[in-house]
């Protein structure tokens, strides 16, 4: 199996940064239930991704261990006012492709290459940042790509993302 051509500039531009990424294909995973099967195919922490928005449009990118509990009715009290965003509700798909590009099921932080106006808000977990590697779909969820999390953040700063990392295992303020 290999990667659509769709997935050339995101590696492009990380070969540019002098990122190394081991990537895997495998059979179309859409969920954090259907992806354990391919946990065995890399170390790290494998991760899920909440693509939201807020009632006044704000979008918002949250990055956590798959494995994270995370009541949605409730995010935007742990993201607090750095973030910014109320009332968090999932993104729908047509949004979801219109902003990053990619289908519901293979959203990824990766993805923020083709959020060319940065009008996603990144949160990234503080466990999954601590960790040496994590683990992304490369914008298809027919492979993962295995990143230093140091690499995720250089190649976040490079496409001029704030990112805020927050301790999603705490409990909300």
């Not at 910014?84 to 729908?92: D, H, I, Q, T, V």
């Not at 990143?147 to 927050?166: E, K, M, P, W």
């Amino acid at each position: 199996m290999s990667l659509p051509d769709a997935c050339a500039p995101l590696f492009a531009h990380l070969e540019r940064l002098g990122i190394a990424t081991t990537t895997t294909t495998h059979p179309p995973v859409r969920t954090v239930g259907e992806a354990r099967a391919t946990y065995t195919l890399l170390p790290g922490v494998h991760c899920k991704n909440l693509f939201l928005k807020d009632a006044k449009g704000a979008v918002v990118l949250v990055v956590c261990p798959h494995d994270r509990v995370l009541d949605v009715n409730r995010l935007h009290r742990r993201l607090g006012p750095a973030v910014g965003a109320k009332r968090l509700s999932f993104g729908k798909a047509d949004l979801l492709m219109e902003v990053l590009g990619v289908e519901p099921g293979s959203v990824t932080p990766l993805a923020l290459i083709n959020d060319r106006d940065r009008r996603v808000t990144v949160v990234l977990d503080a466990e999954m940042m601590a960790a040496e590697v994590a683990n992304y779909h490369p914008l298809v969820n027919t492979a993962t790509t295995a990143i230093r999390t140091a690499d995720l953040r250089r190649f976040l700063d490079s496409l001029g993302h704030v990112v805020h990392v927050v301790d999603l295992a705490a409990p909300p303020g």
